[in-house]
């Protein structure tokens, strides 16, 4: 186990609702970032966040939005919900990295919450 | 931009055999690691094995290695003596390493099945 946990596990959404996703990081991580993984394809990063502040987004609209608490526990905000944002949503925590920190960086991920959009 | 090529959607292995996935990728970094992880159907990543652009030899963990051929800018993942539990869906991955943060790009997977 990697002591990363997400919640809900499951849910189902209309087009239009609002969902709400919770992680709870690795203790000692510093760092959470957030994956979206449609059916059949790899994970895609949507964002990271590093001391409370958002620290690097991928190709993802505003209405995808989080949190990073100071317990490091995080959550993912997605607004107006379409049909497309049905996917697994992962979350995973790590130390932050920079060349010459001497860590890796290695990302532990949850299991996921998966959503789906009706 | 980075880019992570896995061409193999799926494979079969016998047990005890050994097994090689392919990953080849793209980057403009001079700096960059390499991730392989394994998705069971439970959904969780579950890194398996990490190489350094700049690591002089190859990585390796238990049963798994990373044969890196950085001119080549392949990254395989060779797993020994397979056994039924290594079922499950394999992601090559990356991060670039200038600016830091924990940034991955992921490939499209391959789909290991190990047979009796």
């Known amino acids: 186990e990697t002591g990363v946990t997400q919640s809900p596990t499951h849910l189902i959404k209309t087009r239009g609702q609002q969902v709400t996703l919770r992680c709870s990081s690795q203790?000692?991580?510093?760092?959470v970032s957030w994956y979206q993984q449609a059916l059949g394809q790899g994970p895609q990063f949507i964002f990271q966040?590093?001391?409370?502040?958002?620290?690097g987004r991928g190709n993802f609209p505003p209405r995808f939005s989080g949190l990073q608490f100071p317990n490091y526990s995080s959550e993912l905000n997605v607004n107006a919900l379409e049909l497309d944002d049905s996917a697994l949503y992962l979350c995973?925590?790590?130390?932050?990295?920079?060349?010459?920190?001497?860590?890796?960086?290695?990302?532990?991920f949850g299991e996921g919450s998966r959503l789906t959009v009706l | 931009a980075q880019k992570i090529t896995q061409t193999q959607p799926g494979m079969f292995v016998q047990e005890k055999e050994a097994v090689t996935l392919d990953c080849t990728y793209d980057?403009?970094?001079?700096?960059?690691?390499l991730f392989w992880y394994k998705q069971p159907s439970s959904g969780e990543m579950i890194f398996l094995i990490y190489?350094?652009?700049?690591?002089?030899q190859n990585a390796t963990e238990g049963r798994y290695s990373l044969n890196f051929q950085k001119a080549r800018k392949s990254a395989n993942l060779v797993i020994s003596a397979s056994q039924l539990g290594d079922s499950a869906m394999y992601f090559c991955?990356?991060?670039?390493?200038?600016?830091?943060?924990?940034?991955?790009?992921f490939g499209t997977g391959t789909q290991l099945k190990v047979e009796l």
């Open positions: 995973a925590s790590s130390l932050y990295y920079m060349s010459g920190l001497g860590n890796t960086g290695e990302l532990f």
């Open positions: 203790s000692g991580h510093n760092t």
């Open positions: 966040y590093y001391r409370e502040e958002e620290n």
């Open positions: 980057t403009s970094d001079q700096s960059y690691g």
């Open positions: 190489q350094g652009s700049y690591d002089e």
């Open positions: 991955a990356m991060r670039g390493l200038t600016g830091g943060g924990n940034k991955l790009t």
